[in-house]
């Protein structure tokens, strides 16, 4: 009962201080997350080669070893972490804070955290690929605990004794006898100047104050009571407002555009056109509005076909020439088994759809390009707007702040872009660029449509013997980093061209991300056919290929399982030989009720699994879906997912994450696909592309959080997409008989 | 000049009377709660309360303002005092991105200033116009019934003085 109290008191406590946390200041806003700490310089890169890097540093510690480029603390005790990831809602912030705060033995609200900006915090990439527990936690996690270590060997030194009688506490490193140093007091000279060694002793969990507790999010506050909060929110002295006229298609032309009228409009401040990239700049929001509309309606265009024919599309895909590239080399041999399935599934084109569209803000002054953006990678985006505008990357400044959630590389860098651009072309003020609904639906990168074919063998055993798998899809992977990735690079007068796409390299991959069955199976071939051509345009939808080819492989083992009269969770079992991954197919199993399940009338279950990318988060999931056979409707009912992700910093993040995702793959899995014609994208706005709304939410989500406290961070966020969709496929067969093997999945 | 009272103020704005009140609370107030979502009036992020009503700000223009009272997000409650239903949202962190969020507070705070003890089909029916992304519906429900509960309390206590 005390525990629990203290707990409690706990909890509260760190609810309070996050609260207290997340009040940015307006300077520190403006500033994209701080005001500068100018008290340590950088020395020269000259040290860093001969220093000695034998052995791998834990996440991305790799690529910035210097402790004091993730921590510092200033000679007011002001404890400052830096991370190059970005907040998308996924609550980084929060749990990145609670990491720091444990290994430092302090309060989290004594922790300032500064997110992704090229001018203040390591290089970390994007915020992608359900790493940055990954990277930026384990980081962190060990530049503090070290920061902690250095301290406590300060003291020592100070005190003249023995480490074994210090500890840190509370911001201070306190004596067996009650003496108190506090680290402002340590933080002498170049104390965390140092590479991190990796070597650290991490906190015992058993010591455990803040990781593996339920922290409210610290940007929650000011996200539901109208806080500035978003990139959207942002507003500079001398700001303008900026609209884009986009072509009405991929390829249209400009042919002719008389802007006089528009010029002379109330507030207009410029006419922007450099070739087919036509743009608005006012004073003010609406006018901008409403001169875009104008210069979008005097604007002439000349249009060709050139998509496929959109009932086509799944023959188009499969007769593309394709780059082949294999996952797995075996034969697929199917000698020796009794019985032979095959089966071929498809995914249609789907996109982001974040509720919010794109925005960005960019100044040019003195030589200086500043750029506030929702990407999800600062420094990569820096380097194709230097290019872009052709400044060299020291002179551009990308700030990130957060948007709209993104889920993957939507319209975000495109958006910085077209800031950047009228920045340049109006330079001194700050203007800002938001993307209307149009815009974002029509011009956002999807993720790409999809073919998977699978062919096994069951041996007399029931058990699977062979298994011959093949997943082709355009490519997953279009972000920026060289500006003919950017969507305003194409259509200036002198357009960037995008560089030819290449397959993300394995084990993680793009398309073939999942590809591998992690089911024992003693021959398996798996190859990915990557499309190079791109009629619509496409990038990284979260969990990239994952999603399509867990949906495939765990549709498949469904089928496989009842051609073996085997019952769905039990063959998955016989064919894992992964404790954790029996751990959480097991308890999701138990969790639904699987055993003992009460068939009813139009509905039914289902049940999937994946370790996402093979190598993060385990997620097991079984759903309940009700059919209405004669609306052809389909509603999930109920959800029940187990995740490990390992260390669980903060339980209530992960559940939030893994319910979010649950329903989001359940909107594209029922619900998505982009519609176009010949020429045009005809999914326009919320209902040309419709998504999952409020009456056909399940009745009950519930997400189960294995900790697997001490072990490694498990990327999380993206882990949900694949199972959902095969669980709800699984579900409609268990409740009607039919495979539905087409996403969106329709009963017709 | 147009008269416009938001959050119980009155403010005189100088904008075309056909301009969407969007634009107006954000430009020329400043304030942050409504957001722009599509300006289309389908996904709910820009709903603001005139005259307890849930509407969308992007497709009302403010020249059918006048004599009207607006409420935004921001009138609810601060972020060091939150509001009932703003609680109720951070207390079951029912956000992921929260861009959708303001939208559905006010349009919860619609209903339940209608009906403070609404059943979940009744909270389903009237949040069907809110849009969210991330898949945070059932944590919105949850606080939204949270809230429910909690003026359901203050009532109690109110008519037990």
Known sequence: MRALKRSALKRSTLKRSMLKQSRPSRRGFLLGGGALIVSFSLPPRLGWAQEPTEQKLPGSLERNPKLDSWIRIDHRGTITVFTGKCELGQGIKTALIQVAAEELAVAPETIRLVTADTALTPNEGYTAGSHSMQDSGTAIRYAAAQARSLLIGAAAARLGIPHGRLKAQDGAVVTDDGRRLDYAALVKGELLHVTVDGQSHLTDPAHYRLIGTRAQRVDIPAKVSGGPAYVQDLRLPGMLHARVVRPPSYHATLLRVDVTAIAKMPGVRTVHRDGNYLAVIAEREYQAIAAMHALAAAAIWNETPTLPAPDEIFDWLASQPAQSVPVLTGSGGLSGSTKILEATYRRAYQMHASIGPSCAVAQFANGQLTVWTHSQGVFPLRAALAELVQLSSENVRCIQIDGSGCYGHNGADDAGADAALLAMALPGHPVRVQWMREQEHAWEPYGSAMITKVRASLGPDGRIVGWDYSVRSCTHATRAGPAGNLL??????????????????????????????????????????????????????????????????????????????????????????????????????????????????????GFAFARYKNLAAYLALAAEVEVDRKQGHVRLKRAIATVDCGEAVNPDGIENQIEGGILQAASWTLRERVAFDRTRITSRNWNSYPILRFREIPDEVRVHVLNQSGTPFLGTGEAAQGPTAAAIANAIADATGARLRDIPLTLT | MITL???????????????????????????????????????????????????????????????????????????????????????????????????????????????????????RTHMEPNLCRCGTHVRILRAIQRASQALQRARKREAGR
Not at chain 2, 49 to 59: E, P, Y
């Open chain 1, 488 to 605: 305003p690079a194409w259509l200036i007068a002198h357009p960037k061209t995008p560089p030819p796409p290449r397959p993300l390299p394995l084990p993680e991959g793009g398309g073939h991300r999942n590809a591998a069955p992690l089911y024992s199976i003693p021959d398996a071939r798996v190859a990915y056919e990557l499309v190079p051509a791109m009629p619509l345009r496409v990038s990284a939808l979260r969990s990239l290929g994952a999603y399509m080819n867990v949906f495939s492989i765990e549709s498949f083992i469904d089928e496989l399982a009842r051609a073996a009269k085997a019952d769905p969770v039990e063959f998955r079992l016989h064919h894992l030989d992964d404790p954790r991954a029996q751990a959480v197919i097991k308890m999701a199993a138990e969790r639904f009720g699987w055993a003992d399940y009460q068939r009813r009338q139009d509905h039914g279950r």
């Open chain 2, 5 to 123: 009272t938001v959050n119980d103020k009155a403010h005189e704005v100088e904008a075309d009377p056909e301009t969407p009140l969007l634009y107006v609370l954000r430009g020329e107030l400043a304030l942050n709660g409504a957001k722009f979502g599509c300006g289309l009036g389908q996904c709910g992020a820009c709903t603001v309360l005139v005259d307890g009503v849930a509407v969308n700000s992007c497709v009302t223009p403010v020249g059918t303002l006048k004599g009207r009272r607006v409420v935004t997000l921001e009138g609810l409650g601060t972020t060091d005092r939150p509001g009932v239903l703003q609680q109720a949202f951070i207390d079951e962190q029912a956000a992921q991105c929260g861009y959708c969020i303001a939208g559905m507070i006010m349009r919860a705070q619609a209903l339940l200033d209608r009906n403070p003890a609404p059943s979940d089909t009744e909270i």
